[in-house]
């Protein structure tokens, strides 16, 4: 695992961590530890390799719990940051500083820099007069018709006017899946039946969106694993093709590690924005 020195340097500095008394009664934090300085330790320091661990904050933990190594290291970084030089008054718990610092490393990961409205655009592409076209994509059984569909009554909702595209044209039952929901949803669905080529039905459906003054088209696509390179290369021939307002990735929010695989991948093949490690935790968490 890369970089694991900065792992082993949280753990000293957090676990190990010395208060040194000041002339204003205050304590500052170090990241250094001296072994032969154990009068600088206050008793409300815990024994090395187990301070923060009831709050979380034992990040070399994190790793053997098979937490990204990128996501432990981001954090330890942003925690030793904190803490480092920090001034505490007097009776205060390395605890809950550490447990403070931890809280603030994950809100920052966790919060969005970028946020898309997507009502806002799909409103922008009809004044222009074209429909907007959103293409959902994700490895097999994640939910990705279940997600279109509460997309498209979200959007119906409010006045816009929807079609799905079914270009999940190989997996059974995909089709009547989609007009199942569509029933339901009172919305029209595009579909060409099995063993099509689905960037051609693709087309052929916002090519029909635009004739017919729908708002926007949500064109539902076949799951596929990210390590199956046929499939994702015909995936990325419908992105190329079509070129769509809108690419959502749909993940499963228990993936793990291998959601970081799946969405560096799909950024390949599909031409996604680039995605860090921060923006595989936002997306797997929304």
């Not at 996501?71 to 403070?100: K, P, Y």
């Not at 603030?104 to 966790?110: D, G, N, T, V």
């Not at 490895?139 to 498209?152: P, Q, R």
Request: a positive charge.
């Amino acid at each position: 695992m890369p970089k694991l020195d900065h792992i082993r340097r949280f753990a000293v500095a957090v676990s190990s961590c010395r208060l040194a008394a000041t002339a204003s009664g205050s304590h500052a934090v170090s990241g250094a530890y001296t072994p032969d300085r154990e009068d600088d330790v206050t008793r409300n320091a815990t024994p090395p390799g187990s301070v923060g661990a009831s709050s979380g904050g034992d990040l070399p933990g994190l790793i053997s719990k098979n937490v990204a190594s990128e996501v432990a290291q981001d954090m330890c970084e942003s925690v030793i940051s904190t803490m480092v030089g920090q001034r505490l008054e007097s009776f205060t718990r390395i605890q809950t500083v550490v447990q403070t610092a931890l809280e603030a490393a994950l809100l920052r990961i966790l919060t969005p820099k970028k946020s898309t409205d997507v009502l806002r655009q799909v409103l922008a592409a009809r004044d222009q007069g074209r429909c907007y076209s959103i293409v959902f994509v994700g490895v097999n059984g994640v939910g990705k018709s279940t997600s279109l569909s509460k997309v498209a009554y979200y959007l119906k909702s409010r006045g816009v006017k929807i079609m799905i595209a079914a270009c999940d044209t190989f997996r059974s039952g995909a089709v009547e899946q989609l007009n199942q929901h569509c029933k339901v949803l009172d919305v029209p669905l595009f579909e060409r039946g099995y063993a099509k080529d689905p960037a051609s039905v693709a087309k052929d459906a916002i090519a029909h969106g635009n004739d017919h003054g729908f708002d926007c088209v949500l064109i539902d696509t076949a799951g596929r694993m990210q390590n199956n390179e046929p499939l994702m290369r015909a995936l990325a021939k419908l992105v190329s093709v079509n070129n769509p307002d809108l690419v959502l990735f749909v993940g499963e929010a228990l993936v793990g590690n291998d959601g970081i695989d799946q969405l560096s991948l799909f950024d390949r093949y599909t031409h996604l924005a680039k995605l860090n490690v921060k923006t595989v935790l936002r997306s797997l968490l929304n």
